[in-house]
Structures are given as C-alpha cells and as structure tokens.
C-alpha cells in the first residue's frame, strides 16, 4: 500500500512538474530564434500638390506714368506765396492773383526774361504770363527743364519768386 502511495506522489510530482514546463514553455519559453519581422517599410507619403502657378504680370512693359501734380501761388500785395516751390519735372505750377492789381509772373530776369531755357512766351522765354494777371485771374506753367528758376513779376519787379525743377 505504501507502494502505491509512492507511485501517486510521483506521479502527482510527475505531472505538476509537467504542468510546469508546459506553462514555461507557453509563456516565457517562446524565444523565437526567428530574426523579427521586418518593419513595414514606411508608408509613402503623398506628394504635396504643386504650389498654383502664380498669375501672370499684365503684358504692358511700361510703368505707369508717373502722375503729374499742379502746386499753386498765390498772389498778394506781399508778393508770391509760397515764394519757393519744388516741383518735378513735367508739374504744373498755378498763380493766382489776390490782389486788386495786376501781377505778371515771369522769368528772370527782368527785362529780358531769358533765365528759364524753353525758349517762347512773349519776351525771352516760355515761362512768361505776357499779360498782367487780374484779380482772381490765374495763369498755368508746365516745367518741363529741370534747375532752379527765379521769376518775377514784370510788372512790380521787388516781387520775386524761385521754382525748383526736380
Ligand atoms: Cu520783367
């Protein structure tokens, strides 16, 4: 009886050993001798849509054109205000007369007129009013030559004035 006792223990050791093995083999004994797995080689990305062409420059060549401006003088018993002015080339400069007597607004110097180059006007240049301005009569001047040029009034010669030509 004894025997048989034995042969149940070693069979129950038997088993519980084999139990045993079996669980290490199913859970910590799975050293796979396989390399691993590649790794998914990385998914491509998908290119970016082309930047949208940008919209082309309008066809004209030529910038556009520099926009003239007009400046204007006054007129009074004082003389010109402002008495310098400076312009670009291709400005317009305006006088207005203020004053309850004539004024006549013209290149230096008197009395020959002839300091500003565009040559006409009446007396020795372009840039002459050739006419004593009434009052609130205004008279109208484009530049065109660039410099510095003093005018004054042909018809009360101490009253004088400077247009600067950029
Ligand atoms: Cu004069």
């Known amino acids: 009886m004894k025997t048989s006792v034995n042969v149940i223990l070693i069979l129950a050791l038997f088993l519980i050993a084999a139990v045993a093995i079996s669980g290490c083999s199913q859970y ?14 990385p ?5 970016p849509a082309p930047a949208p062409e940008p919209a082309p420059a309008p066809a004209s060549q030529t910038p556009p054109a520099a926009k003239s401006s007009v400046k204007t003088v006054y007129i009074s018993v004082l003389g010109f205000g402002p008495s ?28 020959t007129h002839t300091v500003y180059t565009e040559p006409g006007g009446c007396i020795g240049s372009k840039f ?3 006419h004593g301005l009434a009052f609130g009569e205004q008279w109208n001047f484009t530049f065109n030559a660039k410099g510095t040029w003093s005018y004054h009034d042909h018809l009360k010669t101490i009253s004088r004035g400077r247009i600067v030509v950029e």
């Open 84 to 111: 310098i002015v400076v312009i670009k080339a291709g400005d317009m400069v305006r006088w207005v007369n203020n004053d309850t007597v004539q004024h006549w607004p013209a290149s230096a110097a008197h009395p």
């Open 28 to 41: 910590g004994g799975n050293q796979s001798t396989q390399p691993p797995a590649p790794l998914a080689p």
């Open 43 to 47: 998914q491509a990305q998908p290119a």
């Open 128 to 130: 002459d009013a050739c």
